[in-house]
């Protein structure tokens, strides 16, 4: 019995943490009312202005011009639209000030967590970054389903 109580003592927390570290799925549609950001730009391979971002990533800066901590987040192609919170361990200490989408997807940033479309929010297309992210403070961000 002590070691099944052992054993629920260590495995019950190692699920939680595993949950709460997770990204989150979401079977709602990205918002149809946001608007690209304003001074999003295309990228090319090469390009000196911006920070690079590997393809098919998304990737997010703490400081305007692509400076601070980052964090990138591969497209895996889920069948899912799935969520991502940018502050947390392995993550940004401060919501992202700039940002860029280089994968084959409209991304879609918010200023709450967990993509909340009630928050502002602001695309990118394929391709595009934003230096200062639509003038808002990026706490979340949404990668569509499919390819």
Known sequence: MASTALRTALVVPAMLLTAALAPTAHAAEPPTSSAPAVDAEPTFPGDPRFPVCGNDYVCVWEKVGGGGARYD???????????????????????????????????????????????????????????????????????????
């Open 73 to 147: 987040q591969k497209d895996h192609h889920t069948n899912q639209n799935v969520c991502y919170n940018v502050i947390g361990k392995g993550k940004l200490p401060n919501p992202a000030r700039a940002v860029s989408n280089q994968t084959n997807k409209r991304v879609w940033f918010y200023e709450g967590t967990g993509c909340n479309p009630k928050t502002n929010n602001f695309y990118l297309n394929p391709h595009y970054y934003s230096e200062n992210a639509g003038n808002l403070s990026i706490r979340s961000f949404l990668i569509p389903a499919g390819r």
